[in-house]
């Protein structure tokens, strides 16, 4: 009973490091057309947004779906990050991920 309570002490140390390397490694993702730029952490935090045109001239239905788009895949690669990272633990990768 010891043994398996030590093992999840230490796999709840191992989740900590990972969290604390999730917080501080980040992805960064543009929309197709470029005018959308987003930094986002491994822990899906938005850490940076730009918009690389002028928003007061553009066309607020193509920014916004520029804008879904960046966040969407910006989500996307912190998903994986995360998988990546959590498959270093386990020893498995995530399907899908």
Same mark, same amino acid.
Request: net charge positive.
């Given at each position: ?17 990972? /969290?604390?390397? =999730? ?8 929309? &197709? ?5 987003? *930094? !986002? ?6 850490k940076e947004l730009k918009f690389k045109t002028d928003i007061k001239s553009a ?5 916004? /779906?520029?804008? =879904? ?8 690669? &912190? ?5 990546? *990272? !959590? ?11």
């Amino acid at each position: 009973m010891f043994d398996k309570l030590k093992e999840l002490m230490q796999l709840k140390s191992r989740m900590e490091e990972i /969290k604390r390397q =999730l917080d501080s490694e980040t992805v960064e993702a543009s929309s &197709s057309d470029g005018s959308v730029y987003i *930094k !986002m952490n491994g822990s899906q935090e938005l850490k940076e947004l730009k918009f690389k045109t002028d928003i007061k001239s553009a066309n607020p239905e193509k920014l916004e /779906k520029a804008a =879904l788009e960046t966040v969407n895949r910006a989500i996307k690669l &912190s998903q994986q990050l995360a998988a990546k *990272k !959590m498959g270093e633990v386990t020893g498995m990768q995530l399907p899908g991920m």
